[in-house]
Protein backbone atom coordinates (compact mmCIF):
# COMPACT_ATOMS: atom_id res chain seq x y z
CA UNK A 1 0.00 0.00 0.00
CA UNK A 2 2.65 2.61 1.10
CA UNK A 3 6.26 2.62 0.04
CA UNK A 4 8.94 4.38 2.72
CA UNK A 5 12.65 5.32 2.06
CA UNK A 6 14.20 7.33 4.61
CA UNK A 7 17.36 9.37 3.60
CA UNK A 8 19.49 12.18 5.51
CA UNK A 9 21.63 10.09 7.11
CA UNK A 10 25.29 10.45 7.44
CA UNK A 11 28.28 11.52 10.12
CA UNK A 12 27.96 14.01 12.23
CA UNK A 13 30.09 15.93 15.36
CA UNK A 14 28.04 15.68 18.71
CA UNK A 15 26.80 19.06 19.34
CA UNK A 16 25.70 19.34 15.67
CA UNK A 17 22.86 18.95 13.67
CA UNK A 18 20.97 16.72 10.73
CA UNK A 19 17.77 16.30 9.51
CA UNK A 20 16.61 12.88 8.32
CA UNK A 21 13.61 12.50 5.57
CA UNK A 22 10.81 10.17 4.56
CA UNK A 23 9.53 10.05 1.63
CA UNK A 24 6.11 8.00 0.73
CA UNK A 25 4.41 6.56 -2.08
CA UNK A 26 1.40 4.63 -2.68
CA UNK A 27 -1.78 4.49 -0.64
CA UNK A 28 -3.09 7.84 0.72
CA UNK A 29 -0.79 9.56 2.91
CA UNK A 30 -2.86 11.28 5.08
CA UNK A 31 -4.38 8.04 6.91
CA UNK A 32 -1.15 7.08 8.28
CA UNK A 33 0.68 7.60 11.94
CA UNK A 34 3.97 8.11 11.36
CA UNK A 35 6.96 6.81 13.61
CA UNK A 36 10.80 7.06 13.74
CA UNK A 37 12.58 4.44 15.37
CA UNK A 38 16.42 3.33 15.40
CA UNK A 39 18.29 0.06 15.83
CA UNK A 40 21.91 0.39 17.46
CA UNK A 41 24.96 -2.17 17.12
CA UNK A 42 23.77 -5.40 18.61
CA UNK A 43 20.65 -3.92 20.58
CA UNK A 44 17.32 -4.03 19.57
CA UNK A 45 14.88 -1.50 17.62
CA UNK A 46 13.73 1.22 20.12
CA UNK A 47 10.65 3.58 19.41
CA UNK A 48 12.21 7.14 18.69
CA UNK A 49 9.40 9.25 17.91
CA UNK A 50 5.78 9.21 16.36
CA UNK A 51 3.30 11.77 14.95
CA UNK A 52 -0.88 11.51 14.11
CA UNK A 53 -2.21 11.98 10.78
CA UNK A 54 -2.61 15.48 11.10
CA UNK A 55 0.11 16.02 13.37
CA UNK A 56 -1.47 17.90 16.02
CA UNK A 57 -0.13 15.00 18.17
CA UNK A 58 3.55 14.01 18.39
CA UNK A 59 5.44 11.45 21.36
CA UNK A 60 9.04 11.12 21.96
CA UNK A 61 11.16 8.83 23.84
CA UNK A 62 12.32 10.28 26.99
CA UNK A 63 16.16 10.05 25.98
CA UNK A 64 15.52 12.68 22.94
CA UNK A 65 12.84 15.04 24.32
CA UNK A 66 13.90 18.39 23.80
CA UNK A 67 16.64 18.01 21.06
CA UNK A 68 14.72 16.04 18.03
CA UNK A 69 11.44 17.09 16.45
CA UNK A 70 9.17 15.15 14.46
CA UNK A 71 7.29 16.88 11.94
CA UNK A 72 5.09 15.93 8.38
CA UNK A 73 4.18 17.75 5.30
CA UNK A 74 1.10 15.90 4.31
CA UNK A 75 1.16 17.82 0.84
CA UNK A 76 4.15 16.51 0.27
CA UNK A 77 4.08 12.90 1.29
CA UNK A 78 7.35 13.23 3.53
CA UNK A 79 7.72 13.07 7.49
CA UNK A 80 10.98 14.01 9.10
CA UNK A 81 13.68 13.99 11.83
CA UNK A 82 14.97 17.46 13.13
CA UNK A 83 18.08 16.32 15.26
CA UNK A 84 19.80 19.11 17.45
CA UNK A 85 22.61 18.52 19.48
CA UNK A 86 22.87 14.68 18.79
CA UNK A 87 25.02 12.40 20.87
CA UNK A 88 27.33 9.57 20.62
CA UNK A 89 24.51 7.26 21.85
CA UNK A 90 22.51 8.40 19.26
CA UNK A 91 24.52 6.51 16.70
CA UNK A 92 22.17 3.93 15.32
CA UNK A 93 20.28 3.09 11.89
CA UNK A 94 17.11 5.04 12.02
CA UNK A 95 14.14 3.96 10.28
CA UNK A 96 10.69 5.19 9.71
CA UNK A 97 7.21 3.53 10.11
CA UNK A 98 3.69 4.10 9.23
CA UNK A 99 0.57 2.42 10.65
CA UNK A 100 -3.38 3.09 9.75
CA UNK A 101 -3.78 5.46 12.47
CA UNK A 102 -7.79 4.59 12.80
CA UNK A 103 -6.79 0.90 13.36
CA UNK A 104 -5.80 1.96 17.18
CA UNK A 105 -2.88 -0.38 16.91
CA UNK A 106 0.76 0.03 18.46
CA UNK A 107 2.18 -2.23 15.68
CA UNK A 108 3.78 -0.53 12.28
CA UNK A 109 3.38 -2.43 9.23
CA UNK A 110 5.02 -0.27 6.88
CA UNK A 111 8.82 -0.12 7.23
CA UNK A 112 11.52 1.93 5.42
CA UNK A 113 15.09 0.17 4.84
CA UNK A 114 17.28 2.50 7.24
CA UNK A 115 19.07 5.20 7.25
CA UNK A 116 22.66 4.86 9.27
CA UNK A 117 23.28 8.00 11.77
CA UNK A 118 26.99 8.56 13.42
CA UNK A 119 27.65 10.82 15.73
CA UNK A 120 31.26 10.85 17.00
CA UNK A 121 32.15 12.13 20.01
Known amino acids: QVQLVESGGGLVQAGGSLRLSCAAS????????LGWFRQAPGKGREFVAA????????DYVDSVKGRFTISRDNAKNTVSLQMNNPKPEDTAVYYC??????????????WGPGTQVTVSS
Open 51 to 58: ISRTGANT
Open 26 to 33: GGTFSIYA
Open 97 to 110: AARIEILRSSEYPY
